[in-house]
């Protein structure tokens, strides 16, 4: 049993990953999301391969889509445990 690595409890997740693993858990394509939120699926692939900024009103409106907090979009690296002790 040595010979295995431990799993890393938190990894580091861009806006755009966040953006597309929560699409993908959704099991939307992004023509779908395009549908859904009005943006263009080359804006939604750009965003999501991290070559456009995500920018407030777009996270507002693809998080209203995807049903969950814009904050999950913008700060997908953020540590509510560590950030909320500090």
């Not at 431990?6 to 929560?22: C, H, Y």
């Not at 993908?24 to 859904?36: K, R």
């Not at 080359?42 to 693809?62: D, H, M």
């Amino acid at each position: 049993m040595g010979d295995y690595r431990k799993a890393r409890t938190r990894i580091e997740v861009s806006v755009g990953e966040s953006v597309r693993i929560i699409r993908e858990l959704q099991e939307l394509s992004q023509n779908q999301l395009a549908t859904l939120t009005g943006i263009p699926q080359s804006t939604i692939s750009a965003i999501e391969c991290n070559r456009v900024r995500l920018g407030v009103e777009r996270a507002k409106v693809l998080a209203r889509a995807l049903e969950v907090h814009p904050a999950v979009l913008v700060f997908p690296s953020w540590d509510v445990e560590r950030e909320s002790a500090a």
